[in-house]
């Protein structure tokens, strides 16, 4: 399903793409002033398929910097609920042997508690 769901979204951007390609094969002069002063010709799809590449690959950092900060905040909130399980846990056996120390001193026996 996941890929039939690829193919849908992926074949329509290809063609566009390829179209794009198609209708715009003049060449542009690019001048990259800090490095040379010469232009150095480029197709004029070149031209957008690079910045498009760009705005994919920006896209793609953003999210993977979100993404860590989500990990982060989920990391953190597993370790507290792991600290918070072994508390109660430690506080449940202190409540028993507390119970059982009062019974004992009142000479009752210790009452039977479920381990669940």
């Not at 070149?46 to 993404?67: E, K």
């Not at 953190?76 to 109660?88: H, N």
Request: hydrophobic share 55%; net charge positive.
């Amino acid at each position: 399903m996941l890929r039939l769901l690829f193919w849908i979204f992926a074949l329509p951007i290809l063609v566009i793409v390829v179209v794009f390609a198609a209708m715009n094969p003049n060449e542009v002069q690019l001048n990259l002033w800090p490095v040379t002063d010469a232009g150095v010709p480029f197709p004029l799809y070149g031209v957008g398929l690079a910045g498009l590449l760009a705005g994919f690959v920006l896209g793609a950092v953003v999210a993977l910097l979100r993404r860590s900060s989500a990990r982060a905040r989920v990391r953190a909130l597993v370790q507290q609920t792991e600290r918070d399980q072994r508390e109660i846990a430690s506080l449940k056996e202190r409540l028993v042997q507390a119970e059982r120390a009062q019974g004992a001193a009142a000479g009752l026996p210790a009452p039977a508690r479920d381990a669940a």
